[in-house]
């Protein structure tokens, strides 16, 4: 078993930034990615970024636009997802996710073996 928690939240102004984290916990020598989903009221959960553990490998949802970035850091069990110029549209709650190896689920999948307890970014105009 593997345990998430989210840290880094927050409210920002247009153009802000923010770092989220997601330290791991447990079993994480399972672990094969993490990444961040993130769902506005009213609206579908949507795939943001992921990073695989072993070699760094990330992903990215197309609207980003290059404006967030994904890390990690193994010796924390850490993956960090740096938002820069923020917009108001990025406003919602991001939740961490990770999969086992075993598990073989593509990171864009809905479906994840774990998930954090979200942490809420709002992004005020």
């Known amino acids: 078993q593997v345990q998430l928690v989210e840290s880094g939240g927050g409210l920002v102004q247009a153009g802000g930034s923010l770092r989220v984290s997601c330290t791991a916990s447990?079993?994480?020598?399972?672990?094969?990615?993490m990444g961040w989903f993130r769902q506005a009221p009213g609206k579908e959960r949507e795939f943001v970024a992921a990073i695989r553990w072993g070699d760094s490998l990330t992903h990215y949802a197309d609207f980003l636009k290059g404006r967030f970035s994904v890390s990690r850091d193994n010796t924390k069990n850490t993956a960090y997802l740096q938002m820069n110029s923020l917009k108001p549209e990025d406003t919602a709650a991001y939740y961490c996710?990770?999969?086992?190896?075993?598990?073989?689920?593509?990171?864009?999948?809905?479906?994840?073996?774990?998930w954090g307890q979200g942490t809420q970014v709002t992004v005020s105009s």
């Open positions: 996710f990770a999969d086992r190896t075993d598990s073989d689920r593509s990171p864009f999948s809905f479906e994840h073996d774990y």
């Open positions: 447990g079993s994480t020598f399972e672990i094969n990615y």
